[in-house]
């Protein structure tokens, strides 16, 4: 029996192939030709790919409908005129993780990197997971599933979590949802569906809002959390190496000194992540060594904080698509880079967050010394924002202007600087751009 995946190279449906892969199902897809970072585990995998055509379904196929595509889509139509079985994402998720015990990270940002760490520290336990930058993977039998489960159309309320984790609250995709307190509902139920216990960041106003009718654990650096991060000190290393920067932290829990971590990355929103794999951890019992050593193997997600000694100048290459995440992470550049000239590029994806967030967009990327804005990309279709443009963002900028993707050219003026390159999709091909003519 054959998985179809409509819309295979999607992040999160890249990921679900090939956990499914590896559990030993049949698994196929389409997409466009165009070429997507998320394809390459696929082909690592010999996971057909094939072109969008209403033609590849057969009888008999068991049909994954991307939650980009709708039911007028061709593939989907052709699927339904032959009475094919079909799962949304989220529902075959549920159906693959009910024997496992599901570790479900949400919130607004963070999802990806707190479940990379999971599935890090978790390693030697045989964890299975799906994150979604891409990257997935399965063992029959093992005891824990590390899930990215996200927020976006409450689609995370189709899961069953074993430990629910929370790492913020804020208004986002205000194409669904109503206001905050939509958004709030949403995680309060998501926060009481957990079967054990629910690992929320209670430094997040917003989060202590969510009523838990559950056991719950509070964690981030503030003084009334379970799980708390004391004594924060960068250790500078090798300056020539990019990625050598580490931060040490001494972790409380409830009250009692409970170990000192070497953490290998900087930046307060990432000791925050990771103080969430700990609580699993703790709440798992997980020998404490274990918990230590495999901490230091920590890698950045795909497409998170990736950096690369290009010529005199560094280049960070992020997925950072909200205003807070443009904000952190720009301020993760200047914390590590305090010398550096530092130039944001940002492209986004949805008109309706523009529209919502211009303004907050503009206040992060003046934290740069210097900001370019690309062109309004189309990541889903959107009545009703047609005025809308990456304009709006460019006005409120105290030194910024537009760029687009062929004009990489306006880069090559920086010497020993820092390019911050951050979209939820393609602002990488400027990257690329840039290092050809360099």
């Not at 693959?96 to 707190?114: M, Q, R, Y």
């Given at each position: 029996?054959?998985?179809?995946?409509?819309?295979?190279?999607?992040?999160?449906?890249?990921?679900?192939?090939?956990?499914?892969?590896?559990?030993?199902?049949?698994?196929?897809?389409?997409?466009?030709?165009?070429?997507?970072?998320?394809?390459?585990?696929?082909?690592?995998?010999?996971?057909?790919?094939?072109?969008?055509?209403?033609?590849?379904?057969?009888?008999?196929m068991i049909v994954i409908q991307g939650n980009a595509f709708n039911d007028e889509f061709p593939e989907v139509?052709?699927?339904?005129?032959?009475?094919?079985?079909?799962?949304?994402?989220?529902?075959?998720?549920?159906?693959?993780?009910?024997?496992?015990?599901?570790?479900?990270?949400?919130?607004?940002?963070?999802?990806?990197?707190?479940?990379?760490?999971?599935?890090?520290?978790?390693?030697?336990?045989?964890?299975?997971?799906?994150?979604?930058?891409?990257?997935?993977?399965?063992?029959?039998?093992?005891?824990?599933?590390?899930?990215?489960?996200?927020?976006?159309?409450?689609?995370?309320?189709?899961?069953h979590p074993y430990y629910s984790i929370i790492t913020n609250v804020e208004v986002d995709h205000i194409d669904y949802y109503k206001d905050l307190d939509d958004i709030i509902d949403a995680f309060t139920t998501f926060a009481n569906s957990s079967k054990k216990c629910t690992i929320m960041c209670g430094d997040d106003e917003n989060i202590r809002r969510i009523k838990v009718n559950k056991p719950c654990i509070y964690y981030g650096f503030n003084e009334n959390n379970d799980v708390c991060a004391k004594n924060i000190r960068l250790v500078e290393n090798d300056k020539e190496k990019i990625n050598d920067d580490t931060t040490m932290i001494d972790v409380y829990i409830k009250g009692d000194y409970f170990d000192t971590y070497t953490l290998p990355f900087v930046g307060d929103h990432l000791i925050l992540n990771v103080l969430a794999a700990i609580s699993v951890c703790y709440l798992e019992n997980i020998d404490k060594d274990e918990i230590k050593t495999q901490i230091t193997k920590i890698k950045h997600a795909k497409r998170r904080f990736i950096e690369e000694k290009f010529k005199s100048n560094i280049l960070i290459d992020d997925y950072a698509h909200h205003p807070t995440e443009v904000k952190v992470t720009i301020e993760a550049a200047r914390k590590k880079y305090p010398d550096k000239y530092i130039v944001a590029l940002f492209k986004a994806h949805t008109k309706s967050r523009v529209k919502y967030f211009y303004k907050e967009f503009a206040d992060a990327l003046n934290l740069a010394d210097k900001a370019y804005v690309l062109d309004i990309g189309e990541d889903r279709i959107e009545n009703g924002y047609e005025d809308v443009s990456a304009q709006w963002i460019i006005n409120e900028l105290?030194?910024?202007?537009?760029?687009?993707?062929?004009?990489?050219?306006?880069?090559?003026?920086?010497?020993?600087?820092?390019?911050?390159?951050?979209?939820?999709?393609?602002?990488?091909?400027?990257?690329?751009?840039?290092?050809e003519i360099a």
């Open positions: 029996m054959i998985y179809y995946f409509i819309g295979i190279k999607g992040s999160g449906m890249s990921s679900l192939a090939q956990v499914m892969n590896d559990l030993g199902y049949n698994v196929m897809g389409s997409d466009k030709s165009d070429h997507f970072f998320t394809e390459d585990e696929l082909i690592k995998k010999g996971i057909k790919i094939v072109e969008f055509n209403p033609d590849n379904l057969k009888e008999g139509v052709r699927a339904k005129e032959l009475n094919l079985k079909i799962f949304t994402y989220q529902e075959m998720i549920d159906n693959i993780t009910k024997d496992f015990k599901l570790i479900a990270v949400s919130g607004c940002h963070g999802k990806t990197t707190t479940t990379t760490m999971i599935s890090t520290i978790l390693e030697n336990k045989g964890i299975s997971y799906l994150i979604g930058d891409g990257n997935g993977h399965a063992i029959n039998g093992s005891e824990y599933f590390a899930l990215e489960a996200c927020e976006y159309k409450r689609h995370f309320l189709e899961y105290k030194n910024g202007e537009h760029i687009g993707i062929d004009e990489a050219e306006k880069l090559l003026q920086y010497k020993d600087s820092v390019l911050l390159f951050m979209s939820s999709k393609d602002i990488y091909v400027l990257a690329n751009k840039y290092k």
